[in-house]
Antibody
Framework: QITLKESGPTLVEPTETLTLTCTFS??????????VGWIRQPPGKALEWLAL??????KRYSPSLKSRLTLTDTSKNQVVLIMTNMDPVDTATYYC????????????????WGQGTLVTVPS | QSALTQPASVSGSPGQSITISCTGT?????????VSWYQQYPGKAPKLMIY???NRPSGISNRFSGSKSGNTASLTISGLQAEDEADYYC???????????FGTGTRVTVL
């Protein structure tokens, strides 16, 4: 059974750095063709993809946020997302999700999601 | 990379069928058979309903079906039920740089 859970601060001051941890079970990032992604959702708004770390250590970031994002695999069934220079527009629920792909290149979707964690950046 | 375009709201009566569109470009929806659809209840995490344009994960009702034509994907809910009232988001793989793009979201209301 695959589960994921996000943890981190609920309040971050403007210009500070946000560090979120995704703790997962039921799979290993050492297994081929899996990954862990981060997606956020501002209150009342749409989902936005942020980043994805693959089983082989490759990391990809949203082009619009790439300069502010860093992903780390702690090798302890945890993935850490770091976002610098936080702004009130970054107020959102942040989700981590399990990603998979098939050898054929199909799949490539987020099939299990954490419950999400709301991060507020006051104005 | 712009978000995929979805209608803000779609409604239907119990038992009816509704279709939600998701319009992208030739760089995302039109280039890959990798559109996913998610259902989200208020305050809850998204749930995968369709992947690879038209495949249902195990446990998802066959009342949910996906299709695609050109740069537009569609989610059809047949035999609409009260429990289907939720927000629905599409998503598409968008290549090696952008990777993923989500839709603007559609609120489904069961009348």
């Amino acid at each position: 059974q695959i589960t994921l859970k996000e943890s981190g601060p609920t309040l971050v001051e403007p210009t500070e750095t946000l560090t979120l941890t995704c703790t997962f079970s039921g799979f290993s990032l050492n297994t081929g063709r899996v990954g862990v992604g981060w997606i956020r959702q501002p209150p009342g708004k749409a989902l936005e993809w942020l980043a994805l770390i693959y089983w082989d250590g490759d990391k990809r970031y949203s082009p619009s946020l790439k300069s502010r994002l860093t992903l780390t695999d702690t090798s302890k069934n945890q993935v850490v997302l770091i976002m610098t220079n936080m702004d009130p527009v970054d107020t959102a629920t942040y989700y981590c999700a399990h990603w998979f792909s098939r050898p054929s290149g199909s799949g490539k979707t987020f099939d299990y999601w954490g419950q999400g964690t709301l991060v507020t950046v006051p104005s | 990379q712009s978000a995929l375009t979805q209608p803000a709201s779609v409604s239907g009566s119990p038992g009816q069928s509704i279709t939600i569109s998701c319009t992208g470009t030739s760089s995302d929806v039109g280039s890959y058979n990798l559109v996913s659809w998610y259902q989200q209840y208020p305050g809850k995490a998204p749930k995968l309903m369709i992947y690879e344009d038209s495949n249902r994960p195990s446990g998802i009702s066959n009342r949910f079906s996906g299709s695609k034509s050109g740069n537009t994907a569609s989610l059809t809910i047949s035999g609409l039920q009260a429990e289907d009232e939720a927000d629905y988001y599409c998503s598409s793989y968008a290549g090696s740089i952008t990777r993923y793009v989500f839709g603007t979201g559609t609120r489904v209301t069961v009348l």
